[in-house]
C-alpha cells in the first residue's frame, strides 16, 4: 500500500512538473507566426528612426550644440507639462464616460456612446481655433457676458488654451481602450463586493477601477505620444513645444540635420514615457483564476444621478462635436447664402474611406499577434518590440512622411507615390493606437483557456482563431475603429505620400483653408465627421453590454 501510494504521489507530481515545463515553454518561447509579425513592425517603425539618424549624423556640430542650450531644457519641460496636464484631463473625461455609456442606464445611451468618441476626427488646429472663438478674450462667452459689464476674459493662450483643446480632442483615446476592457470585465469580484456591502461608486473604485488599469494606461499613453508629436493646436495656442520647434526648422532651414537632431530628442522623450508606463502596469495579473464561469456585469442604476450624468455627457460632447459642428456649419451656411460654387466630393470621400479601412485592417491584424507576444511571453525582446513600435506615434507626420519618401525613392521604387506607401505609412503612425486596444484586452484573458486547448492539439494559429480572438474581438474592434478615425483626418503623410492626384477630406480641408475658403472647407469637414459617424454607430451597436441585472 505505502508503495502504490508513494508511486501515485511520483505520478502526481511528474504530472504537475511537465505542466509547469508546459506553461514555461508556451510563455518562454514565441511561436514563428506571433514573432514574425511583430518583428516586421518593429522594422517598419524603424524606418522613421533611421532616416533621422543618417541626417543627425551629417549634423554639424552647432546642431548638436543646439541640443543642450538652456532653451532646449526649457523646451522640453513645456513639452512635458503639456502631456501630463492633457493626459489627465482626457482620463478624467474618459473614464467616467465609458463607464456611464457601458454600465449604466443612462439615458440614449447608445446615442452617446457614439457621439462620445466622434472628436478624434476633428483637427487638432481646428479644435484650438473653436476655443479660441468660444472661450478667447473676444469669444462667444464674452460676448454673452458683455451685458453684465464683462468687458475682456483672461487669456485663453498657452498652457490652459492647449491643454483644453488637446484633451477634448484626445480623450476618445482612453475611452475607447477602457470601454473595451470593461466588455471582458468578470463582474464576480464586484458582485461579491456588493455582497459584502460595498455600494456602487465603492465597488467600482476599489475592485472595478484597479482591473481597468491597463486600459486606462494604454489610452493614456496614447494621448501622451500623441501630445507630443501635435504641432496645429500648440502653433495656434502660442504654447511652444518640441514639435512646433522641429516644424519652424523645417520649414525655415535649408539643412534639415538641426530638426532631426531634435526629432532624435523626441524619440528620447517619448523612450522615456514608454519607460514609466511600463513599470506602472506592474506584473499584476487582470484576469478570472479562479473555476467557473465568468460572469458578464448587469446595468447599475443612477436613480436621481441619471439626468446630471446625462448633463455631464452633453456638456463633454457640446464642447468637444457638436460646437466644431456647429462653426463648419455656420460657414458652409454663409458661403452659400454668398454664392459661393461648393465641388462635389465624392471623389475624395472615396480616397479617404479606402485608404483609412485599408489602414485600419492591416494595423489591426498585426496588433493581434503583437499583443500576444507582448503579454503571453514577457521578456527583454517583447519589450525591446514594444518600445519600437510606439516611436512613429510620437514623431510629427511630416517626419514620418520625409523618412518614407527617402526610403521609398531609394530602396522600393515599385511601391513609391502609390496607395501602398500611404497605408504603410499610416500604419507606421497609428499601429500603437491598435495595439494598445488589443493589448489592453489580451491581458485580461486568462492563458489556461490557451494551454487547455493546447494540450487537446490545437496548433497556436488554430488556439488563436478558436479561443482567444473570439475574446479579443471588443479590442480589435475598437483598435481598428481608431486606426480609421485618426487615418481619416491625416494630413502631412496624406499630402507627401498620396498618389498622383489623390485627394482626400483630409487635404480638401486643408487646401480651401489655406486660401480662406471657410465653406469649401466645411463641407469636407461636415462629411468628415458623418463618414466617421456611420462606423462608428455600428461599433458600439456590436460592442453595447446586454442588459443585465441590477447591480
Same mark, same amino acid.
Given at each position: ?78 513639452? &512635458?507639462? $503639456?502631456? @501630463? %496636464?492633457?493626459? =489627465?484631463?482626457?482620463? *478624467? /473625461?474618459?473614464?467616467? !464616460?465609458?463607464? #456611464? ?26 479644435? &484650438?481655433? $473653436?476655443? @479660441? %472663438?468660444?472661450? =478667447?478674450?473676444?469669444? *462667444? /462667452?464674452?460676448?454673452? !457676458?458683455?451685458? #453684465? ?39 464576480? /469580484? ?5 455582497? #459584502? ?355
Amino acid at each position: 500500500m505505502q508503495g502504490d501510494s508513494s508511486s501515485q504521489v511520483l505520478t502526481v507530481r511528474l504530472a504537475d512538473l511537465t505542466r509547469a515545463r508546459t506553461r514555461r515553454g508556451l510563455s518562454s518561447l514565441p511561436s514563428l507566426w506571433l514573432l514574425g509579425p511583430s518583428v516586421f513592425i518593429a522594422l517598419a517603425m524603424l524606418v522613421p528612426v533611421a532616416y533621422l539618424a543618417l541626417r543627425s549624423a551629417g549634423a554639424s556640430d552647432s546642431a548638436w550644440e543646439l541640443l543642450f542650450r538652456a532653451r532646449t531644457a526649457w523646451t522640453l519641460g513645456r513639452t &512635458a507639462l $503639456l502631456a @501630463v %496636464s492633457v493626459t =489627465g484631463v482626457a482620463v *478624467l /473625461l474618459a473614464v467616467p !464616460l465609458a463607464w #456611464l455609456t457601458a454600465r449604466s442606464d443612462l439615458p440614449w445611451r447608445r446615442f452617446w456612446g457614439v457621439v462620445s468618441v466622434l472628436p478624434l476626427v476633428i483637427p487638432s488646429y481646428v479644435s &484650438a481655433f $473653436l476655443v @479660441v %472663438s468660444a472661450l =478667447g478674450p473676444r469669444g *462667444l /462667452l464674452q460676448q454673452m !457676458l458683455e451685458p #453684465l459689464g464683462v468687458e475682456r476674459l483672461p487669456e485663453i493662450y498657452g498652457l490652459p488654451g492647449a491643454t483644453l483643446a488637446l484633451g477634448l480632442l484626445t480623450y476618445p483615446y482612453v475611452l475607447l481602450t477602457v470601454r473595451g476592457a470593461m466588455e471582458n470585465l468578470d463582474a464576480s /469580484l464586484e458582485q461579491s463586493a456588493r455582497s #459584502l456591502g460595498y455600494g456602487p461608486w465603492r465597488a467600482f473604485w476599489h475592485v472595478t477601477l484597479p482591473q481597468l488599469r491597463p486600459a486606462i494606461a494604454a489610452g493614456a499613453l496614447l494621448v501622451a505620444l500623441y501630445t507630443l508629436s501635435d504641432f496645429g493646436a500648440v502653433s495656434l495656442m502660442r504654447y511652444e513645444t518640441f514639435t512646433w520647434s522641429i516644424y519652424q526648422q523645417y520649414q525655415s532651414a535649408f539643412d534639415r540635420s538641426v530638426a532631426a537632431v531634435l526629432s532624435l530628442a523626441l524619440v528620447a522623450m517619448a523612450t522615456a514615457i514608454l519607460v514609466l508606463e511600463s513599470r506602472s502596469r506592474g506584473r499584476m495579473k487582470y484576469y478570472r483564476s479562479g473555476s467557473g464561469a465568468s460572469r458578464r456585469a448587469g446595468v447599475t442604476r443612477l436613480g436621481r444621478w441619471r439626468w446630471p450624468a446625462a448633463a455631464f455627457c452633453g456638456i463633454v460632447a457640446s464642447l468637444a462635436l457638436a460646437l466644431p459642428v456647429a462653426i463648419l456649419g455656420y460657414w458652409l451656411a454663409r458661403g452659400i447664402a454668398a454664392g459661393e460654387a461648393l465641388s462635389p466630393l465624392w471623389s475624395e470621400a472615396r480616397n479617404s474611406l479606402y485608404g483609412s479601412v485599408l489602414a485600419a485592417l492591416v494595423a489591426a491584424a498585426l496588433a493581434v499577434p503583437a499583443a500576444a507576444l507582448l503579454v503571453r511571453h514577457p521578456g527583454k525582446l517583447s519589450r525591446g518590440l514594444e518600445f519600437t513600435s510606439y516611436v512613429g506615434y510620437a514623431l510629427p507626420g511630416v517626419v514620418v512622411a520625409l523618412a518614407l519618401v527617402f526610403f521609398g525613392a531609394n530602396y522600393a521604387r515599385p511601391v513609391y507615390q502609390s496607395i501602398w506607401l500611404l497605408v504603410f505609412a499610416y500604419v507606421v503612425l497609428f499601429f500603437p493606437v491598435a495595439l494598445s486596444a488589443v493589448r489592453s484586452a489580451m491581458v485580461q484573458i486568462n492563458p489556461r483557456l490557451e494551454e487547455a486547448a493546447r494540450g487537446l492539439g490545437l496548433s497556436p494559429p488554430k488556439v488563436m482563431a478558436r479561443v482567444t480572438f473570439p475574446l479579443l474581438r471588443p479590442g480589435v474592434l475598437a483598435g481598428a475603429a481608431l486606426v480609421f478615425l485618426v487615418a481619416m483626418k491625416e494630413l502631412p503623410a496624406t499630402i507627401i505620400l498620396g498618389p498622383l492626384g489623390f485627394a482626400t477630406l483630409a487635404t480638401a480641408i486643408w487646401s480651401a483653408s489655406s486660401e480662406a475658403f471657410f465653406a469649401r472647407a466645411a463641407a469636407p469637414g461636415l462629411l468628415l465627421i458623418l463618414l466617421s459617424s456611420v462606423p462608428m454607430a455600428f461599433l458600439v451597436v456590436r460592442l453595447r453590454s446586454p442588459e443585465g441585472t441590477r447591480t
